[in-house]
């Protein structure tokens, strides 16, 4: 994966004790310009003021670094990078047709920004990270080697990013195309490659009002047509296997056949006739003689003839609810899962030949993929994906979090990590194995709780963490706890607020600390504040005090890492205590990165993403040096 490196905008003005300009806008509020003020070194005081939406944040600085220190010093990049090492969950929740086994062996799919290519049998993750914002669809070409992935508009700090397809390698993960951007709207709703022709076209929904239906000739990034599909949603498109002029859509109230035609797409619709319209036909697939198949919302499978758009055959009632996914396997045999959780295969005349019952635990089967010889792939909306065979025994593969994930622990000496969200969900993770372990580890005295209400709630903690008694409440901020850490002898407690407040606790009697002669060379356990003078050259120019979510140090206190609103883990030096120092900045979420935090032995940092409910462990490359040429020495 490529890094951006994030660059000086510039030397403050001023000397060690003035600050530089602040514009005509003496009030302290940021100018028309969006001139944000640069920050005061007092060298007396032995303190750092910086300005964040007008409003001062004083930081003082530990006694012995406050003669050397120079304002307008330049700080360095880390010596060390991230890789990404694993990523933890799985996209079913909200996405179909999106789990496939190539060739390789690798199970292919997407969370967040990254497609991951996962071998089970070796425990090994590769990562095509092409991607700036969520992806949303994904087709494997016939080759079994080419991929196409499709991503929906964002934004980064820069502007906003316009969605488009990605056609890559899936073996040397080098992009090979990029198409659509400026044509698609909102983002890529589903796409997938022609069979009959060497798969040379390449179909595409984008998620505009209209939906509009597209056709490409991939390799030449041509557009060879264009229509609007439907107002209502879409779910699934396709080329028909023998014919790479007639494309099946499917969705909401509609099921449409299509047909390439001189540069022009025209349309018949699936007439249901005396069957009853279901309110959504949710996924096709193809027999063998070339007809397709269908599964709706009222739980039936329909068969249209091949070259008709007429019903030839229906499977009432084949399960109770919405049928989500249709497969085909290799030996004619078909598959169908839905919301039922139940896995039934059908033989070439459509009777049942299994059905079995996927647990509660894992969810309803969103999408079903053939595995190797008589294995099969599912994806769950619980966003697991399990492997398993028709006869109803199934292992989790992979799994992640269902809603937003802010929650994030490490173990203070083994390499596990705790990461909970808003599916009042909390795991356990092994992160040399990357596999949950269900256990809960809690050590410590006191534990400490920031709250929305402007108060810091103190809990001692016994009987191993399973007994706790409020010892009280710590009050003196104006505004909501964002950010707490403890000294190293859990004697002290500092704290960050929404009005870019520092306080200074003694939290086993919860009073607030004012002296700064107390407090200014107090050795932190963690700086997981975002607001402290070892940590303010972690902010960009012209930040509200809103966009860095999380900030962690390494544990050997050489590295420092944020996860920002726009999807970027930074890494910085530590401390960063150089007005807008630089740092490496990395991709892979797609949604505002909500927290991170190193492992024990600094081995790893695991982020973890918002919106996009995906856990990301990445390894940390440390710079190798130089070796110096030893010299001979000419004996006298």
Partial sequence: MGTLTRRDSGESKGNRTRAGSTGSNSSGKRSDSGKQRDPVFNAE????????????????????????????????????????????????RDCRSNLYLLPTGETVYFLASVVVLYNVDEQLQRHYTGHTDDIKCLAVHPDKITIATGQVAGTSCDGKLAPHVRVWDSVSLNTLHVLGTGFFDRGVACLAFSKSNGGNTLCVVDDSNDHVLSAWDWQREDRLADVKCSNESMFAADFHPTDSHVIITCGKSHLHFWTLEKGLLVKKQGLFEKQEKPKFVICVTFAENGDAITGDSSGNILVWGKGTNRISQAVQGAHEGSIFALSMLRNGTLVSGGKDRRLVSWNSSYQQIQNVEVPELFGPIRTIAEGRGESVLIGTTKNFVLQGNLDGEFTPITQGHTDELWGLAVHPCKPIFLTCGYDKQVTLWESSTHQPI???????????????????YIYAVAENGRKYSRVGKCSGHSSFITHLDWSADSQYLVSNSGDYEILYWIPSVCKQVVSVETTRDIIWATNTCSLGFEVFGLWPDGSDGTDINAVCSSNKKSLLATGDDFGKVHLFSFPCSQFRAPSHAYGGHSSHVTNVNFLYDDSFLVSTGGKDMSVMQWRIKKKKKKKKKKTKKNNI
Avoid: Q
């Fill in 45 to 92: 005081e032995g303190y750092v003021k910086m300005f964040l939406k007008g409003r001062p944040v004083t930081m003082f600085m530990p006694r012995d670094l406050v003669e050397p220190y120079c304002l307008e010093a330049r700080a360095d990049l880390p010596g060390s990078k991230l890789k990404l090492d694993w990523v933890y969950g799985y996209r079913g």
């Fill in 438 to 456: 269900w256990t809960k580890h809690m050590d410590g005295n006191f534990l400490a709780i920031g709250s929305h209400d402007n108060y810091i």
